[in-house]
């Protein structure tokens, strides 16, 4: 495996539908924001972890907007106008019921660092923004869309309007969504010792949820610093390398449980469902669960099939 972030401009080769407005993902990307308008189809989709902050403004919403929160689905309503946040590097998984219509807004690590520098004082390090699937925010919602119309205007001074309206969005973010961690930290690997417990904390826990925060504080990290330091140690990202313990785990389970229902397997190994487990299984062995056991299992009293 190696560490892969999502960029702003690969987003259709994950998420299936349009462009509705080009514009500046593509003539901005050595800069600190840029927006593209979507129309995304209905879909269930998981989105890797995010190379950037990104922000999401609603123009065309959904009666029935799913975020999988680790342990479960959440249903949401969505007006046009509510925002969505997503922090870099933790990957999420969705689905919507329609079409829905969204422009996003990527903010880079160096722009939210600066901002957290030079207005907060902060070390970005020591910040941390959750993944915040809807919120009601007018301020922030008026913000992008003004944010959109200069980007997109060709009046005078619009460039430089719309530079003071990136660094009033992570002012916004900052003030209201962004947590920030006490401790300082100094550290820029994580020792033998608090390793080990990471991946035993792991391991004992790959049937239940495993949040990037639960590994922070295992190592006695923030959580955005963890992510950084994880991927030095590891080359992955923390949900790859979970991800990949659960793909272990079931591989193990297939090959000796036979008589063990598909089901049964996938909520052992702290996948959402068993059609997430199939479609991680395609990815990566490009063979279902079935086909896997199938090829591997045993049994030391004859074969059973299982359904």
């Not at 699937?133 to 009046?155: F, K, Q, T």
């Not at 990136?166 to 820029?188: F, N, P, W």
């Not at 397997?265 to 490009?286: I, P």
């Amino acid at each position: 495996m190696s560490l892969t972030l999502l960029a702003p401009e690969k987003m259709l080769e994950v998420i299936p539908g349009e462009v509705t407005i080009k514009g500046t993902v593509d003539t901005l990307l050595n800069k600190g924001m840029s927006i593209r308008g979507y129309r995304f189809y209905k879909t269930e989709v998981d989105i890797p972890s995010m190379r950037d902050y990104e922000l999401v403004r609603w123009k065309k919403g959904t009666a029935n907007l799913g975020f999988h929160d680790g342990s479960r689905w959440r249903k949401n309503a969505v007006q046009a106008n509510d925002v969505t946040i997503l922090t870099r590097g933790e990957s999420s998984r969705w689905y919507w019921m329609n079409d829905i219509e969204v422009s996003h807004i990527y903010i880079s690590q160096a722009l939210m660092a600066k901002v957290a520098s030079e207005i907060f004082h902060k070390n970005i390090d020591r910040v941390f923004v959750d993944h915040y699937p809807i919120v009601n925010d007018p301020a922030l919602s008026a913000l992008m869309g003004r944010y959109e119309a200069e980007v997109l205007s060709e009046e005078p001074g619009s460039d430089l309007f719309s530079q003071s309206l990136e660094v009033q969005l992570c002012i916004h973010l900052m003030r209201k969504y962004i947590k920030c961690d006490g401790q300082e930290e100094t550290a820029s690997r994580i020792s033998s010792a608090r390793l080990d417990a990471l991946q035993r904390y792991i391991v004992t826990h790959l049937s239940g949820a495993i949040s990037v925060k639960d590994m922070a504080a295992i190592v006695d990290l923030s959580p955005s610093h963890f992510v950084r330091v994880f991927a030095t140690v590891f080359g992955v990202s923390p949900h790859q390398y979970v991800q990949a313990q659960r793909l272990k785990r079931a591989e193990r389970l297939l090959s000796t449980l036979r008589n063990v229902p598909l089901k049964a397997v996938a909520m052992d190994c702290g996948f959402a469902d068993q059609s997430h487990m199939t479609r991680l299984f395609k990815e990566r062995l490009l063979m279902t669960p079935k086909e896997y056991r199938d090829k591997h299992a045993f049994s030391l009293f004859g074969s059973l099939t299982v359904q």
